[in-house]
């Protein structure tokens, strides 16, 4: 079992940034892809980014890509979200997700352990 617990949600002007964490525990946290996900109000579940199990790699839907950064501390077993330039339609519940594995990916079912969430609300 893998526990996660996101935190650094909050409210925002658009411009503004925000710097989710999630801190990891139960297990070895550098064996794990490390993702992030959002969901808006009415609105299914989506891919944000996600990050290789040693940092080496990262990936990142199109909506976010050069203003989002993620980022990891296996020594810390924490994953970040760097988010830059907010814009209102990123309002959503941030949620940190974990599976086995070295290769990043961005397909939901992959993934095993889920944090709570964040609410991230940007304001125009």
């Known amino acids: 079992q893998v526990q996660l617990v996101e935190s650094g949600g909050g409210l925002v002007q658009a411009g503004g940034s925000l710097r989710l964490s999630c801190a990891a525990s139960?297990?070895?946290?550098?064996?794990?892809?490390m993702g992030w996900f959002r969901q808006a109000p009415g609105k299914e579940r989506e891919f944000v980014a996600a990050i290789s199990s040693r940092g080496g790699s990262t990936y990142y839907a199109d909506s976010v890509k050069g203003r989002f950064t993620i980022s990891r501390d296996n020594a810390k077993d924490t994953v970040y979200l760097q988010m830059n330039s907010l814009k209102p339609a990123d309002t959503a519940v941030y949620y940190c997700?974990?599976?086995?594995?070295?290769?990043?990916?961005?397909?939901?079912?992959?993934?095993?352990?889920w944090g709570q969430g964040t609410q991230v609300t940007v304001s125009s």
């Open positions: 139960g297990r070895t946290f550098s064996r794990y892809v």
């Open positions: 997700a974990a599976r086995r594995g070295v290769v990043a990916g961005s397909a939901l079912n992959e993934y095993d352990y």
